[in-house]
């Protein structure tokens, strides 16, 4: 059984000097954004990738006036909401779906079991509908 380990980095962002040229590994990029991005007006080339952008985009995001973060937020919680409301009415309306289509296939078996002349009782017993149910299908 592996043991779980938290590891924590400490890195002291006043002694990180290197221009931007310089950071050639992902450890320098990564320090260059944190100690640098209060100053950069964009996103540059050297840091297009999903992490950066996703990086400038939650600065952008907190440096929002108040007001203007409040209403992003409200609508990112409602369109998390929309989706989730989408999704479970989608995957209701499969279930719901695949149970008609069961229904459906169950009278369409006992259909053809009854015009071959076999006893409604069994097949009461093999599509699990009701007597009833399948003397109302010569109707």
């Known amino acids: 059984m592996l043991a779980e380990t938290i590891v924590i980095i400490f890195a002291e962002m006043a002694h990180f000097d290197k221009k931007a040229e310089e950071c050639v590994t992902e450890t320098d990029r990564m320090l260059y954004v944190l100690k640098f991005i209060g100053r950069m007006m964009e996103q540059p080339a050297w840091l297009q990738n999903e992490v950066y952008t996703r990086i400038f985009s939650a600065c952008e995001i907190a440096g929002f006036p108040e007001d203007k973060r409040i209403k992003y937020e409200q609508a990112m919680n409602d369109e998390k909401r929309l989706r989730s409301e989408y999704n479970t009415a989608r995957r209701m309306g499969l279930e719901e ?10 009278l369409e078996s006992a ?14 017993e093999a599509t699990g509908l009701s007597i009833e149910d399948i003397c109302k299908l010569g109707e």
């Not at 779906?97 to 169950?106: D, I």
């Not at 259909?111 to 009461?124: F, P, S």
């Open 97 to 106: 779906g695949l149970e008609k289509g069961r229904e459906e296939a169950r």
């Open 111 to 124: 259909r053809k079991l009854k015009q071959m002349g076999v006893a409604t009782e069994i097949i009461a």
